[in-house]
Every structure is written in C-alpha cells, then in structure tokens.
C-alpha cells in the first residue's frame, strides 16, 4: 500500500520539542492542510540539513509523508524573502505561534489566514523596527480579527450580537466573550459603532490582512488601545488562560 506523501508544502515551525537525543517533533503551520505534527528524523545531529532550516517564523517547502497523527518528515527547504525578527518582534510572533497552537484544530485547512500569517511575519521582520513599532501593532491586531473570525470566535462586527440591531454611529459598542458585541458601561473598553462597521468590512475584503491592517492603523492611539484590550480579553477567555505565555514573558522582560 502506497504511503500518503506531501510535496512542496508552504509552511512555518510554529514550536518544536525534542523527540529523541537525534530527532524533534514539529508543530507546523501549513497553507493547504492546516496545523500538522511531524517528526523530523536526525535533525539535532550537526551533519543534518535540516539543522539550519527549522526556525519558527521563517517560510519553509516542506515534504512529508505517513497517515499517522505525526507524519514523517522528508525534505525542507527555505524560501527566503526575510531574516529572522529580532527582539520585542520576535516575541510578538511567537505570541502569534501560541495563539495559533492553542485555537487551530489539527489538519484543519485555513489558507487565507495562513497568507495572512505570512503576512505579519513580514511587518515583524521588516527593517527599521523602531519606526515600525505601529504598523507592528496594527498587524498583530489585524491578525488576532481575521483568527477569531477564522475559527468562528468573532461574532459580526455590524450588529449587536443578542438583539441583530444594527449599529448606530456614535454609540459605543463592547465585545464581550460570549455575549459579541452590546453597548458599552461608561469606563467599559469600546468601540463606536461606525469603527467596528468599519472593521467589518475589512474582513469581507479579498484580501482582509492588508485591508484590516490599515483599517487598524488608521485609529488613534485610543481606540487601537480600546481595541487591543477586548481582543485580548476575547483570546485569553478561548484559549483558556488568564494571560498567555508569551504575554507574560513580555512582561516581565519589560520590567527588567
């Protein structure tokens, strides 16, 4: 009986553990068939290619083959286009990698937020981060919108989630886990109706990274902190934690 063989796959090392003293098992990111584990074979030994090759957040081809839960990993190679982010943009994309390793379901297919990863990965990597540190921010929160929509965690941003009101302009809005989008306490975290409209129609677009990453980056300082908060609220509660890993990690590195 034929064994299953994949070729050529666009993907990225979301974790990797050891597996034995020679081998790893990777958590891998793929275009066409979602969040796959594999076992790469000899690939701590200093003589394997696939040594240099295996880094989180750089865009690999990757060949495997198997039917089992961890497919056996064949061939890698690196697609080049950037180097490796560097300081709080490298933390930021393994912040990426823990959300995706806590919400994607195995061998689940996602190929537009997959080019959409592919795309903050970009922005983290790009030149001149301290310039960048906004449109760092705007990406990651563009991603965090087209993840939990990707799921089925973002309720419509246009109505109010119990009642399919629609929203009105300047009354201000509150995503809550749970119960979506409803009007906000005075002190509450929101957004007027008009934004999260907005912000809507960016997820519709044929390209919604892009589109979102510069609805989000046309808010003031504000409002994206507004919206950063619920998202972060919304993600904590669907991942199960009161702050992620990679969150804390920040943290404390910032009060060092």
């Known amino acids: 009986m034929a064994v299953k063989r994949t070729s050529h796959e666009p993907a990225y090392v979301l974790h990797r553990y050891d597996w034995s003293e020679s081998s790893l098992i990777l958590e891998v990111f793929t275009r066409h068939h979602g969040r796959i584990a594999l076992v790469a074979k000899g690939a701590k030994r200093p003589s394997s290619n696939f040594r240099p090759v295996l880094l989180p957040l750089q865009p690999l081809q990757l060949s495997y083959g198997g039917d089992a ?6 061939a890698a190679e690196w697609m080049g286009g950037h180097v490796m982010p560097t300081g709080e943009a490298l933390l930021s994309g393994y912040y990426l990698n823990e959300l995706l390793l806590r919400l994607l379901a195995r061998d689940d297919a996602h190929e537009a937020l997959f080019d959409a990863y592919a795309g903050v990965v970009q922005v983290l990597a790009g030149d001149h981060a301290g310039a960048q540190a ?5 990406a990651l929160r563009a991603f965090e919108l087209l993840l939990l929509r990707e799921v089925g965690l973002l309720p419509a941003l246009d109505a109010e989630t119990l009642t399919l009101a629609p929203l009105e302009d300047d009354v201000r809005y509150a995503l809550v886990p749970e119960a979506g989008l409803r009007q906000a306490a005075q002190d509450e975290a929101a957004l007027e109706g008009s934004e999260w409209r907005a912000v809507e129609h960016t997820l519709g677009e044929r390209a919604p990274f892009p589109a979102a990453l510069r609805q989000v980056a046309l ?7 507004s919206l950063r908060n619920q998202l972060r609220t919304l993600l904590n509660y669907h991942c199960g934690v009161a702050t ?13």
């Not at 839960?69 to 064949?74: A, D, G, M, N, V």
């Not at 906004?134 to 705007?138: D, E, S, V």
């Not at 969150?247 to 009060?255: H, V």
């Open 69 to 74: 839960e961890i497919r056996s990993l064949k």
């Open 219 to 225: 808010m003031n300082a504000g409002t994206n902190s």
């Open 244 to 256: 992620l890993r990679t969150r804390q990690m920040m943290r404390d590195l910032q009060a060092l």
């Open 134 to 138: 906004a449109t760092q921010a705007a």
